[in-house]
């Protein structure tokens, strides 16, 4: 099958999936409203209490909860897959004359959609609350591509995870072991605020420099060194678990 009627399907595929996004509440208050209320409560609740080395609570921490958002997001990802799995979908889209590569795809391709959407509604809010990025057209738009990095990278996390469930209840609770590195990172504090073990390895683990990457190229102070670790993570987790899901993918088709 071509390349023409893989994306065209996969558009299809896609349409499905948004539009069964877009009738759940549940859905839309996670995507949208739980996210601008976290960083309402992270600035105006929690901000005045936190040591955050001279910068403004809102330019600190939004790229922490940005992130936070997006692996909160995916766990919606997994149940849905994991819910066409459940219920048959499955297999049925493989008995029809589609591009295989369509059903992973529209899955995937929602994720990268709603989670943007996301953090895109952060960003306008926190701009509301205080936050004033200083870095110029260059500096957002690395920003935004580290961003939706991440997010292609979680989204397959999700995946492999969605696949591999035995229900759907099950399928993502992964999500809260992804959300505690968030909280043990320099999402929200800086990591020399942190007791040593802790600080030890808040320091080397995933969250903390590509928080701190896309907080730097968010005020225009960015470090070739920081943006390459972060790059090299999202890239290293992207490929290792869009690997882990093509062979789930290729067991479920046996």
Known sequence: MNIKYAISDTVVMTDRVLKQMLRSPDTVITVLIMPIMMLLA???????????????TADYMLPGIILMCVLSGIAYTAFRLNNDVQKGIFERFHSMPIAKSSILGGHVLTSVISNAVS??????????????PQAGLVGLLLAAAVI??????????????????????????????????????SSFVPVGTMPAALAAFAKYQPMTPIADCVRALFLGRPRAGSLWIALAWCVGIGAAFWALSIQAYNQRRK
């Not at 953090?119 to 004033?132: D, H, M």
Request: proline share 0%.
């Open 119 to 132: 953090a895109a509604a952060l960003v306008l809010a926190g701009l509301l609350v205080g936050f004033r």
């Open 148 to 185: 939706l990095l991440f997010i292609a990278a979680m989204t397959w996390v999700s995946v492999f995870f969605g696949l591999i469930a035995k229900s759907t209840e099950t399928s993502s609770v992964f999500s809260y072991l992804l959300i505690g590195l968030a909280f043990t990172s």
């Open 42 to 56: 992270m600035r105006f609740v929690f901000g005045g209490a936190m040591n955050l080395g001279g910068i403004g």
